[in-house]
C-alpha cells in the first residue's frame, strides 16, 4: 500500500528539490512553539516524559527476553524507564524474519512508510525532546531542535536521496539493438531492488537521534532491517523513534520487526556481536575512533559508515568586528559545553597579535577578550544554564578537570545551573604543544599561539588531514588568503566557515544544505548526506528475455 | 581548458540519457568494417601491430628505472615489447606529484579529456584488437570487440555516471535563513570536489582493457591519479590506452603522470606494494578470490571494487525451442573457450528429462544433443578457430585436463586451429558433486541432474548467494515459475537471462543497459556502472560565509 507516500509525495519532492539547490528549507519547524506546535505541546511533552518515567516501555511484539535500561538525567535523578530486551542472537533472528518482506515491498511502500514516521515524529517534538534534554545533558531548547526538527530534517535528508537513488535508472526497458538488414535483437529488461541485508546503527551518548536518523532512514528506505543500538546512558529519543517506525511499519503492512531496539547495559554491551554477525551487511557509528578501528578490523563483513572524532580549528587572522567574533567564538564554546562534534577545540591566533577594528590586539588580548566574552554570555545564571546544559557523561567531568594542567589558564571552568555541568576551560598554548594533536571532547579549548595567519592555516589544515576536522573557522580581512584557505582546507576535507558573527555559529550544518562530515579526513567516512551514503545500501538484479516485435 | 568538454558535450549527454533509459545505444560500432573506422583501418592496425613487436614501447615521461615485458601470444610467439618500468615508489610519487593538479582541474577538463582519450581509442579498434587478441588468445573479431568498443563503451559509462554525480548538487548556493521579524540569516556556499586520492587498477589476463575501463576513467574524471598495473601477460592493451591517456592529458594542460603504467613479471609482481601505500586509496580489481581475500585484508586504507569469481548456472526446465536453446548454449561455451567471467557453468537438467517441441527430452538427450550442438558450431575448423580463439593461460589448460576426469563426459574437449587452445569439455555430474561447488574457469561445463527444475533454480539461487555468480540463464515455459525464478535469483543477486535462442547469449553484458555484476553476491562487490562504483571515488568540501543582503 502506498497511501503514505502519496500523502507526503510533495514534502519529498520539495526535500529532492532542496538537497539539488542546497539552498534553505525545512518541513519541520525549529521553534519550540506552541502556535506551530499546538498550545497544549509544550505540557503534553511534559505530561509525556512524566507518565514514561519509573515505568515499563512498551513495544507491543518486540522480542523481550528481559527488561533493561539505567539511564540517569544528566540534570539529577534515574529515568526509572525498562524496555524489552534481547541477546544478539534473537534480535538478528528477528530481524532476518522481517527482511523479505521488507526487501519485497515496493520503494513507495518504504518511503511512504519513513515519511509517515518522520511526520509523526515531528508531532511529538516537545516530548522528544525532554526524552533528548534528559538523556544526552541539552538544555530543552537544543534538545528540542537537536533532537526534534533538525534531527527528522537529516532522517528526511536521507529518504530523499535513497528515493531518488533507487528510481535514477529506469526500472525496466525495451533493447532494441540493429542487425544491419536482419530483423533487430529485441529484448525486455526488468530491474528490481536488491537491499544490503541487516543493518546496525549505533547511537551515541550527545545526539542520539541527530547522529542516528540518516542511516536508520537511509538504510530502511532502501529495504534494509535495522537493529537501533543506543548508547546505554541515552536510549529513550531511539526507544520512542523506533517504536513510531514499528508503528507505521504495521500500518503500512510491513513487518514491524524491520526496526529493532537493542538495549544493552555499560559493561555489558552487545554491540560487538551483533557488529560481527554475518548477516550485518550495513553498519552506522558515531562514536570513538577508537571503536572505529576496532570495527573496521572485525566487522570486515559489513559496510561501515562512521562519525569518530578530529580536532576542529578556528584561525584568527584579522577581523573588522572584534567584539563579534569574540561573541560569536563564545557562543560556539559554550553551547551544550563544547559537547558537540562541530565545536572548535583550537584557537589559533598569530603571536604578534591581529589587526582588528579595535586597532592592534596582542595574543593576550585576544585570549583574554574571548575568555571575557564567555563570561560575558554565562553572567546570568539562567542564561548561561539554557546556553551549556548539562555534562553528558562523567568521563567528559574528569576530561576538563584533567586538562586544567596542560597551559595557561585564561579561562577557568565552572559548574553551571542543575546537575552535572561545567563552563569552558580556556587555556593558552603554544604552537607544537602536544595537546592540540588530539580531540579534547567537551567543554575545553585552547588558544593556540603561531607563527602568523598563514601558519596557522597550514597547521589547521594539516592537523585535519592527519586527524580528521569535522569543522574549521576562519576570521580574516585578506581576500587572497581567504581564497587560499577555502583551497587548503578543502583539500584536507573540512568544510569551512568564514567571517561567522551574529546568529549563526561554525558548530551548525544544516539537512538539505550543508554536506556534515565529508568523509574526506579521518573524522569519518560517511558524509550526511551525500550520494554515497545511500547508494551502496541496495544493488540492483536484472532478468531480461526476448521480446515481441 | 574545455575544449574537449565541449566538443564531446553531446556524447556525453546521449550517454546519460542511454544509462538513465538503458535501452540500446553506443557511440563506438562494435563492427571491425573498414566502412565505418576507414577503408585502411583493419590493414593499418596489423601494419601498427607489427611495428610494436620486438622494440621499446615508448611513454614519453614516464618513470623509466628498467624495461620489462615478457609477454607472448596464446597463438604463438613472444611479442618481444619492453615497457618503461619503476618500483612501486617512484611510481606512487609521480602519481602524488600530478595529484594537486588534477585535483585542481575543474570537471569539465577532467571530462573532456576522458571524452577525447574515448574517442581517439575508438580510432585505434583495429590496433587495439590485434594487441588484445595476441595477449589473452581472443580470436580477432572478439577481440577488436571486447576490447575496443565495447571497452570503450564500459569507459564512457563511467565517464558520464562520474559527470553526473559531481555535477548532481549545486556548485554554490545563497541560503537563507528566515529569522521571524529579524533579518533573515543570510549565507554563501561555495563546494568544490575533493578526489579520495591514489587510485590504482589492477588488471586480468583475458579482458585487460573491458574489466579496467571502467575503474580507470571514473577515478581520472573524479581527480584520482591512476596507476594502471597490467597482468604482466597482458600488458599492451593497457599501455596504448595509458599512452592515449597521457597524449590528451597533456594536450588538456593537465599532468601527463595522472595515468602511469606499472608493469611488472611474473614472480616478481609490485601489485601488493602498490595496494597497501597509504596513499593509495582507490583499487579496482579483476581476478582471482584469493588475490580478493588478500586485498580485503590488507589494503584496508582503500575503498575495493572487485569482480571476482562465481559459477554461472543454467536451468534448463522446458522449452518450446529445443534446437534453439542447444544452439545458443553451444555458443555460450564455446566462445573464447569459455574464459569469461559471464560464461554458464553448472547446466541443470531435471533427472526425469523435460518437454520440448521435440518431445520428450531424457537428462541424457539433452546432455547428448548439447555435445552435438557444440560438435556442429565446431565443425569447420576455421570458424571453430574464429570462436574459441586461444587459451590466455597454460593453468587453464591443465584445469581442463583435471576436469576429465570429474565425471562423465559427454563432449571432449580437443585443440582447435592454431596455438593454445581447447575447444569445450561436456561432463555429466550428479546434483550435489562438489565440482559443481567451484569456479573451473576455462572451457569445462557440467550438466547436471537435478530432481526437478525448482530445485535447479533452488540450488542455482543458493549457490549464487554462496559462492557468486554472475549469470544466470533459465530456459522454460511456465510463466509462474519464471516469474518466481525472476524474484529468487534477484534476491541472490544474480542477472538473469531467460528463453535466449539466436544471435543473443547470457554471457553478453552491453553497457549502458545491463549493469555487469551486481555487487551483491561474493561474485564481486562493483558494479558497471551503478552509482555506488562512482559516489565515493570523491567527496565534497564547502566553505560559507555571510552574503550581503
Chains 1, 2 share one sequence.
Not at 195 to 216: E, M, Q
Not at 407 to 420: F, I, N
Not at 432 to 443: K, T, Y
Not at 452 to 480: F, N, P, Q, S
Amino acid at each position: 500500500m502506498t497511501e503514505f507516500f502519496d500523502r507526503h509525495r510533495p514534502m519529498l519532492d520539495a526535500a529532492l528539490d532542496a538537497v539539488r539547490q542546497r539552498a534553505f528549507w525545512s518541513p519541520f519547524p525549529e521553534i519550540p512553539s506552541g502556535k506551530i506546535y499546538g498550545e497544549s505541546a509544550r505540557q503534553d511533552g511534559e505530561t509525556g516524559f512524566a507518565a514514561l518515567r519509573h515505568a515499563a516501555f512498551e513495544l507491543p511484539g518486540h522480542p523481550n527476553q528481559r527488561r533493561l535500561g539505567a539511564e540517569v538525567s544528566p540534570f539529577g535523578g534515574a529515568l526509572g524507564i525498562t524496555y524489552p530486551a534481547a541477546d544478539a542472537a534473537t534480535l538478528i533472528a528477528a530481524a532476518q524474519a522481517a527482511q523479505p518482506a521488507l526487501a519485497a515491498a515496493s520503494p513507495e511502500a518504504r518511503v511512504g512508510a519513513c515519511l509517515e514516521a518522520l511526520v509523526r515524529l515531528n508531532h511529538m517534538s516537545f516530548l522528544i525532546g525532554q526524552a533528548t534534554m534528559h538523556t544526552t545533558g541539552q538544555a530543552f531548547a537544543m534538545a528540542f531542535q537537536a533532537g526534534g526538527p533538525h534531527a527528522q530534517d537529516r532522517g528526511l535528508e536521507a529518504v530523499a536521496m535513497a528515493w531518488d537513488e533507487m528510481t535514477r535508472f529506469a526500472p525496466q526497458a525495451r533493447w532494441e539493438k540493429p542487425q544491419g538488414k536482419a530483423a533487430p535483437i529485441l529484448l525486455e529488461k526488468h530491474w528490481s531492488i536488491v537491499p544490503a541485508g541487516l543493518s546496525l546503527a549505533i547511537g551515541c551518548n550527545t545526539f542520539p537521534t541527530w547522529n542516528s536518523y540518516s542511516g536508520i532512514f537511509a538504510s530502511l528506505a532502501t529495504g534494509n532491517p535495522v537493529i537501533v543500538k543506543p548508547h546505554p546512558a541515552a536510549i529513550l529519543p531511539l526507544a520512542l523513534t523506533v517504536r513510531v517506525l514499528r508503528e507505521v511499519l504495521a500500518e503500512a503492512g510491513l513487518p514491524a520487526d524491520s526496526v529493532l531496539l537493542a538495549v544493552d547495559e555499560r559493561g555489558a554491551e552487545i554491540t560487538q556481536e551483533l557488529a560481527t554477525d554475518p548477516a550485518v551487511r550495513l553498519i552506522d557509528y558515531t562514536g570513538s575512533a577508537a571503536f572505529g578501528d576496532w570495527l573496521r578490523s572485525h566487522a570486515t563483513q559489513a559496510q561501515l559508515f562512521t562519525e569518530e572524532a578530529g580536532v576542529n580549528t578556528v584561525t584568527i587572522a584579522a577581523t573588522d568586528d572584534f567584539a563579534g567574533i569574540c561573541d560569536n567564538l563564545a557562543f560556539s564554546l559554550a553551547l551544550y559545553s563544547g559537547q558537540m562534534c562541530t565545536a572548535p577545540q583550537n584557537i589559533y591566533v598569530p603571536e604578534g597579535g591581529i589587526d582588528t577594528d579595535q586597532g592592534r590586539k596582542s595574543f593576550d588580548e585576544v585570549g583574554l577578550a574571548l575568555a571575557g566574552a564567555i563570561d560575558a554570555l554565562l553572567a546570568d545564571p539562567a542564561r548561561a544554564a539554557g546556553i551549556c546544559g548539562a555534562i553528558a557523561n562523567q568521563a567528559t567531568l574528569e576530561r576538563v578537570q584533567q586538562a586544567r594542567g596542560l597551559g595557561r589558564v585564561l579561562r577557568d571552568s565552572a559548574p553551571v545551573g542543575q546537575g552535572r555541568t561545567a563552563t569552558p576551560l580556556l587555556l593558552a598554548l603554544r604552537d607544537g604543544d602536544p595537546a592540540c594533536e588530539r580531540e579534547c571532547f567537551g567543554p575545553v579549548a585552547f588558544v593556540v599561539a603561531v607563527k602568523d595567519a598563514d601558519a596557522a592555516i597550514a597547521r589547521a589544515a594539516e592537523l585535519a588531514r592527519r586527524k580528521g576536522a569535522i569543522t574549521a573557522a576562519l576570521y580574516d580581512r585578506d581576500e587572497a588568503r581567504i581564497a587560499r584557505a577555502a583551497q587548503t582546507f578543502a583539500a584536507a576535507g573540512v568544510n569551512l566557515s568564514v567571517n561567522l558573527t551574529g546568529n549563526i555559529y561554525v558548530n551548525q550544518s544544516a539537512a538539505f544544505s550543508d554536506f556534515h562530515v565529508t568523509g574526506a579526513n579521518p573524522a569519518g567516512n560517511a558524509c550526511l548526506t551525500d550520494t554515497a551514503f545511500v547508494a551502496s545500501r541496495f544493488r540492483r538484479a536484472m532478468w531480461r528475455r526476448p521480446a515481441a516485435a
